[in-house]
């Protein structure tokens, strides 16, 4: 399985890295989107995102979270960017706050308090962990047009975030329930997109170009059909390569193309209805997915579950830009990706 504690600090951390560089008035910058309004900026979504936490330590018992966060919560939030000092200050107290889920039993996580509305403990946890990752892609987005170079996500996940193993599939977070929800929740990003906008190249500050959202989707699925090859020892999609690395070629494809590849995805991922324990803890040594063996396929899927959710925020961000309205996310989780508890 994959741990609740180990999800949420590498989500934290990587969150971090999101951060690197900025100064204050870049975090605090708003960007002007096609129809005259603005983003919410950088130091905002950290307040954002150190309230979700913050909140999901309360329902874990932890003591009651700075209430002042909950302003930048809702369709009425403070849209008011904080000082990047102060957004970082909100940031360690919720890298902090993640302690209760070391000593978190499945009493405690399989409990629905009334303030989650219907969701568990440990279906908030998952929730708060997918919400930080769609933010993660949102402030890289963000980073480039203020003419940042992207920084590359997932990063190193061998040591931090593995498939364990141990306990069969049906506990804590179903891998195939975290594959079809990322893969769904990403198709959600591109509702409502012109031909033209979902091949839009959006200027960053200083010169280049960010990729295009087809272009984004090509590269997603690339990942997808990578990890089907990988857990059946096939071949990968050799081509969906240029859609890969510092060398990719950046032409976006029609949007046509990029959804009939989207279904290409949907469907690459039912190796996982029968996948059992024995498989989702085989490392196959000679595969490029593989990491010189370090990596099993378990480990591989999480990394893709996590890639997809990075971009989901970045596509987020690029609607934003061309104009249409942000979408939220997460979605409804119920009856699609719970926790599912550990038979002891």
Known sequence: MYQPIELARFTQAEFRRGLEGLTD???????????GS???????????IAGHWLLVASAGGDEEPDRALLRYFGQKADSTPLLLTEALRSLEEAEASIDWLLSADESLLSSTPDDLRRESV??????VVLHTWFHIGEINAVRQILG?????????????????????????YRPDDLAR??????????????????????AKTGGGEMNAITWIVSHIVGHWLSVAAYAKDGELPWHLVRFVGEAADP?????QEALKL???AKASIDWLTDADETLLSTTREEHLLSKQGQDNIGTVLINAVLHTWFHTGEINAIRQMLGHAEIPFVGEMLGKLE???VPT
């Open 25 to 35: 008035e870049e975090a605090r910058t708003r960007m002007r989107k096609a129809d």
């Open 38 to 48: 603005e983003m919410n900026a950088i130091s905002w979504t950290v307040g954002h």
């Open 122 to 127: 440990g279906t908030r946890v998952m929730r």
């Open 148 to 172: 940042h170079d992207e920084i590359g996500f997932v990063g190193e996940i061998t040591g931090h975030l593995e498939w364990r193993g141990g306990g069969g599939v049906d506990t804590g």
């Open 181 to 202: 929800f990322a893969i769904s929740e990403f198709a959600r990003g591109l509702e409502g997109l012109t031909a033209e906008e979902a091949q839009s190249r959006i």
């Open 251 to 255: 032409t976006p494809p029609a949007l």
């Open 262 to 264: 989207l279904r290409d």
């Open 339 to 341: 926790w599912q508890g």
